[in-house]
T-cell receptor
């Protein structure tokens, strides 16, 4: 039972480079989301999706793109990395149903932009 | 605005002492409140949710709609409780968005 899988675990980028953080879940969850975790600022929502083909912005979407072509995958793209994007990124998913189910988190990706 | 506030960045207590991690929220509708915990080198995981009204690892939390609070309590802290604790709110307009507080690091001293 893999749950939510994020790759890579660590990444170092130079300013201006692009990359994609991968997130996959095998629980058939409709809802998927990306957060960044920064000291003193907690978890901030970047983008989220309530189903395949549907995405929306969270609190801090600038500099990031997402797409949801399948239920399982929700990649996060950094088009031109900046030092301000140095952070730990978490993907999370949950199912839609009666009430709001708790989030299931991946292990995180630690990104450093130099 | 919808917001979750955790006023303490760090809370240090001695083993066996009571613990209270504060969480206040701002939300116009009927929210669902959660506490998540992140132990060292582990992923975030659900600790408890208000609709369950259960005690997990000795922790409890009661939703107080009048004070818009959802404080996390434990009568006797253990060293293994040392972790980062996040209060979270969901049910925002039916969009399933989850908003987190800034987190409180709990250190239980021997």
């Amino acid at each position: 039972n893999a749950g939510v899988t994020q790759t890579p675990k660590f990444q170092v980028l130079k300013t201006g480079q692009s990359m994609t953080l991968q997130c996959a879940q095998d629980m058939n969850h409709e809802y998927m989301s990306w957060y960044r975790q920064d000291p003193g600022m907690g978890l901030r929502l970047i983008h989220y999706s309530v189903g395949a083909g549907i995405t929306d912005q969270g609190e801090v979407p600038n500099g990031y793109n997402v797409s949801r072509s399948t239920t399982e995958d929700f990649p996060l793209r950094l088009l031109s990395a900046a030092p301000s994007q140095t952070s730990v990124y978490f993907c999370a998913s949950t199912s839609k149903g009666a009430g709001n189910s708790p989030l299931h988190f991946g292990n995180g990706t630690r990104l450093t932009v130099t | 605005a919808q917001r979750v506030t955790q006023p303490e960045k760090l809370l240090s207590v001695f083993k066996g002492a009571p613990v209270e991690l504060k969480c206040n929220y701002s939300y116009s509708g009927s929210p669902e409140l959660f506490w998540y915990v992140q132990y060292s080198r582990q992923r975030l995981q659900l600790l408890l949710r208000h609709i369950s009204r259960e005690s997990i690892k000795g922790f409890t939390a009661d939703l107080n709609k009048g004070e818009t609070s959802f404080h996390l309590k434990k009568p006797f802290a253990q060293e293994e409780d040392s972790a980062m604790y996040y209060c979270a709110l969901s049910g925002l307009g039916g969009t399933y968005k989850y908003i987190f507080g800034t987190g409180t690091r709990l250190k239980v001293l021997a």
